[in-house]
């Protein structure tokens, strides 16, 4: 009986918010051993879709849904959460917050004891989850002294132990680098060879195509069209670089180390980065890329060796007072987002630096948000609010532009619309220094590729000279361009 | 060695050990208490920590010893004690010193965890521990968020530490609104995970039981306690 109506089913799933559809008329299910992997950009109702399957739509958030969710012949959408969970688990796109425990075992036990397990069956359940997810070393240690992928680990461990038949993990690549996609794979092989069925949401479908059962793609038709691309004219930004090197950056024999650390997170990197290029900086996470770009903006301060930005050495300015020159933009818009109005928001640099507003009006027209000027940054989407934070990036008309992983999360057009503005950025002679995991938007924007490991530099070179080289990717723990899988598959064939 | 103390033991000796300085008056005792607890926190494995905190206190002890030597003529809480001047003075730099290696020395030898664990088993309800553990979790983040928020506005050029306090003040408010706004975001995804965990606010698994090295612990400091509370307050002995 329970094999004829086992499976979590969407069946004709719809779902709007204040009456603007989200998704439209979805269909599919997942059996227990199984994996489906739901691909969408940014905006495109991914977390919609996981809140749905739990039933935290309609019980926690509003939304308008038709259809129906069915976990093993039960009703999702009609139950309590309370009763929701003991059969379809999640992980949130903000796994961090389900995170109670202080200690890896605490927060395992948590959940357990919450059910009212015995002792007896709460310590067996725990033992089982530290073998089986690789965390027996980490039993007694702080959460907040593990690493995102351990707590992400931590996270889905915690939710498997209250032992849910199906598992639904939001955006689980999203801070991810390839080495983490790697384990995060092993764990959904071996969820479903437990027979646990898992639906995942993701950006990109590469690499989980060895564990995807079936694929069903979001293209998130409710959102609106990017403006097209109008490249900004050469004469309208003055060059403004104190001296007329080619060099716009130069680290000479930089160490750098946090004021109360021991270790070094930088060692001795030397390295010149040149005008009218992009520089992609790659490598795992926690390798130092972001501390060597903050460098360059004068947040940190070399430790030993000395950075020059356009021939200033950074050890003499604050970062405030760098900021004229160089751009940086963050990781997460939600870290910076300020003003009212999306126009105040983009104006905060230039006001800051007594600059005027003319770049500040063109940078919203280029990246598609001229008709949104008066809209709260609140309200924007993901992928909006990282062009937003763009646009504020190029308001103050920059000689060195940072990117800090300017893909993640996003679609197509967003993509296409940073790429335009690179290598516009690139004929005025200015310099971009990308930090990316994406190995094929490397390929596709950047002219050199520089790969930091361990804190100091492990490759440096021609993007297709790095990328290309399969066993330079694989040593270096890189994410492989498709081209580079497309052989390999070719030559298994 | 590492000895494995009951987290009630820990909170209990912190507590009683406080009291002592606080009750005591005699330099010499408070002298004697400053110099075992040395001893304990140069035994510790913390001992770093405990120096470099010390070590940031050496002006306020300076200040401490000056305004208890000078300005003590005008306290108010002259009726106390016997002393008068420089004694005055070194007793209250002594005694603060004992104060803060105590403190040092208790954050640096107690986890949060058992913290939490110790005052559940001393009788504090569990939602009031629960609520704590919670707070200690998610200050590390909340302190990252911050230091993330400052970052991203310093390199948009906003300088924070310039003009008139004032200004200094609303120079902060790019910083502290959207910390403000993630905090309470974070609040609303952190209700809808403890629905998810089917939070039940009820006791969890029972504490470990005393010990016989605990229970002598405690029992002695008590005992050092409750005699200096006699001897200091009612007279006797």
Sequence with gaps: MEALSGGLKAIGLSCSYDGKPVFRNLNFSVRPGEAVVVIGPSGSGKTTLAYCLTGIIPNRVKAEVEGRVVADGADILSSSLRENVKRVGIILQ????????????????????????????????????????????????????????????????????TAPRYLVMDDPMMNLDWRGVIKLREIIRRLKSEGRGLVITARR????????????????????????????EPQDLERKSLNDSKIAVSFENVWFRYSKARDYVLRDITLSLESGRCIALMGPN??????????????????????????????????????????????????????????????????????????????????????????????????????????????????????????TGQDEETLEAIAGVVSRLKTLGKTVLMITHDSDYALKVSDRVVVIEGGAIAADGDPEEILLNEDLVRDLGLEPPTALMRRAVEVRA | MELALDPRTKILGFASAMALAFICRDILVVGLLAAAAAVASLLSSERGFVRAGLKSMIPLLAVAFLLWSFAYEWSIFRQYGGYSGFEVGAFMALRLFLILLLSLNFVASIKPSELVKGLEGLGIPYRAAFLLSLTLRHVHTIADDYRAIKEAQMSRGLELDKGSLPKRIRNYVPVMTPLLVRSIERAEELALAMELKNITLKRRRPAARFRLVDAVIVGALAAAVALAALHYWAGVL
């Excluded at chain 1, 479908?205 to 979001?218: H, N, R, T």
């Excluded at chain 1, 409710?222 to 109008?230: D, E, I, Q």
């Excluded at chain 1, 105040?344 to 006001?351: K, S």
């Design chain 1, 286 to 407: 926690g390798s130092g890329k972001t501390t060597l770009a903050k460098l360059v903006n004068g947040l940190h301060k070399p430790s030993r060796g000395r950075v020059r930005v356009l021939g200033m050495d950074t050890g003499r300015f604050t970062a405030a007072q760098l900021a004229r020159y160089v751009a940086f933009v963050f990781q997460d818009p939600d870290k910076h987002l300020v003003g009212d109005t999306v126009w105040d928001e983009v104006t905060f640099g230039p006001r800051n630096l007594g600059l005027g507003f003319d770049h500040a009006e063109r940078a919203l027209e280029v990246m598609g948000l001229g008709d949104r000027r008066d809209d709260p940054p609140q309200s924007l989407s993901m992928g909006e609010k990282i062009r937003l934070s763009i646009a504020s990036a190029l308001a103050t008309n920059p000689e060195i532009l940072i990117l800090d992983e300017p893909t």
């Design chain 1, 94 to 161: 903000n796994y961090e917050v389900q995170i109670f425990g202080l200690t890896v075992e605490e927060d395992l036990a948590f959940g357990l004891e919450n059910l009212g397990l015995g002792e007896e069956e709460v310590e067996r359940r725990i033992e089982w989850a530290l073998d089986n997810f690789g965390l027996r070393e980490y039993r007694s240690r702080h959460v907040h002294e593990l690493s995102g992928g351990l707590r992400q680990r931590l996270a889905i461990a915690s939710a498997i132990v």
């Design chain 1, 205 to 232: 479908l590469k690499g989980l195509e060895p564990v995807a059962d079936k694929i069903v793609w979001l293209d998130g038709n409710g959102r609106r069209a990017l403006a097209a691309f109008r490249p900004m």
